[in-house]
């Protein structure tokens, strides 16, 4: 028996627009470019892959199943600018076949730098999932698969408002070198006293089979590719083989890969089509497909995985350097969260006042630090433009990392303005 899981990242940023040490107004985001890039890829992607996952879920009747980290910030744009997106998004909740994991509002770093900032991301997604689509998250994922022991011990502390687990396991990279000679078609737990999960069970991990992942998402359509081309059929067999070594599939990727990353030509929405009937067909009775929980539920841990060190989905080393390896963007990453404790305070202070108009200002100050904080900005700042260079070029809006830094820096500068002279004003 084999369970797939597929688990999809769906995520865009507010990107900067160019801002210079000249400029005075707080308008910092690229409207007009994030509503055509948001246009574009619902164009490509998000409408057609999620009525294919529709189209896919009632011919199977239930059968398959798909979960989805969708971020605040990409579903503030699809409000603005593709409503019908949610709307499909919507239709798939209401399937039952389709759940919706939890993450950082703003696919932030915060946790590696403000825990509180951390909890705060956490809460406004899980009110904006459950608003939106009546499901209340309970496996958790970080930003770009960030994890660490010290990541699974914090959620697991945290808790409902009526004190019980709020998690029942987390999401991570199945990486090599922590899992030594074991598999990642398994369920693993944290290290040491674990403590209960959501629900019960205990708190568990399910890790990122990145082989036959990166299979779909990145070698599809590569004609020098010794597998090419990939066919349903193809992969179906090679899930199959996880029978007897694992019980999972774990298949995480984002969810521009159909359409966007892997073009329509490629064939690669006819591949995913015909790909559920063909791991059903070539093992009958035996192969199906989970959604995380379902998989967490039905399958219990067998070993620890002990990450350290924090690892990431990022790049050939998984781990933090495309955010954090140079020093334009330690500084960058340092001076932002540097403005936390102003910003907040200035709009509690705001709040206690009880005046509508210092109430507004306060609540756009700390909602435009917060998309300052969404990972992407830093991504851009990366200067590893080596095997993963074209990675770190998609939609990225600068010609340069040195002109991400300088940008991003000026807008930083006005943000830090805004916030002094709303000391001296008394707001």
């Known amino acids: 028996m084999t369970s797939v899981v597929f688990y999809f990242q769906v995520h865009q940023p507010y990107r900067l627009k160019r801002y210079t040490v000249f400029e005075e107004h707080p308008f910092y985001f690229d409207d007009a470019n994030n509503r055509k890039i948001m246009e574009k890829v619902a164009g490509k992607c998000y409408r057609p892959a999620t009525q294919k996952i529709l189209d896919l879920v009632r011919r199977h009747q239930g059968r398959f199943r798909v979960s989805y980290a969708v971020t605040g910030v990409c579903l503030d744009q699809m409000a603005a600018w593709a409503p019908d997106v949610i709307d499909l998004f919507k239709r798939l909740a209401e399937s039952g076949c389709c759940e919706f994991i939890a993450e950082t509002y703003h696919h932030s770093l915060s946790f590696i730098y403000s825990k509180q ?5 956490v809460d ?7 608003d939106l689509f009546g499901q209340t998250p ?8 960030i994890y660490s022991n010290d990541v699974s011990r914090h959620i697991m502390q945290m808790k409902c408002p009526e004190g019980r687990p709020r998690f029942r396991g987390a999401i991570a990279e199945g990486v090599d070198w922590l899992l030594g000679f074991r598999s990642p078609n398994y369920v693993y737990r944290p290290p040491g006293p674990v403590a209960a999960g959501r629900d019960g069970g205990p708190f568990s991990l399910l890790l990122k089979n990145y ?31 996880i029978n007897g070594d694992g019980f999972l599939c774990n298949l995480f990727m984002d969810y521009e890969t159909f359409g966007e990353h892997q073009w329509a030509e490629t064939g690669v929405f006819e591949f995913l089509d015909a790909m559920p009937e063909k791991v059903f067909d070539v093992n009958p009775g035996h192969n199906h497909f989970n959604t995380v929980s379902e998989a967490l539920a039905q399958f219990a841990p067998v070993g620890e995985y002990d990450a350290p060190n924090l690892t990431s989905w990022a790049d050939t080393e998984r781990d933090l350097s495309a955010w954090l390896g140079n020093a334009m963007q330690h500084s960058a990453l340092q001076e932002v969260y540097r403005l936390e404790g102003e910003v907040k305070r200035r709009a509690q202070e705001a709040e206690a006042s ?11 100050l700390i909602e435009d630090w917060r998309k300052l904080t969404t990972s992407d900005h830093f991504y851009y700042m990366c ?3 080596f095997a993963d260079g074209d990675v770190h070029k998609y939609f990225n809006p600068y010609d340069s990392p040195y002109d991400s830094y300088i940008n991003f820096m000026n807008v930083l500068d006005n943000v830090r303005t805004r916030v002094e002279k709303s000391v001296a004003a008394g707001v």
């Open 117 to 121: 900032e951390f909890e705060r991301q």
């Open 124 to 130: 406004l997604h899980s009110e904006r999932i459950r």
């Open 138 to 145: 309970a496996v958790f994922r970080n930003t770009e698969l």
């Open 211 to 241: 082989r036959l992942s990166d299979d779909i998402a990145f070698r599809f359509s590569n004609r020098g590719w010794a597998e090419w081309p990939l066919t349903a059929e193809k992969f179906a067999r090679w899930v199959n083989q």
């Open 354 to 364: 009880g005046d509508e108009h210092e109430k507004a200002y306060a609540r756009y």
């Open 383 to 385: 200067t590893k433009y």
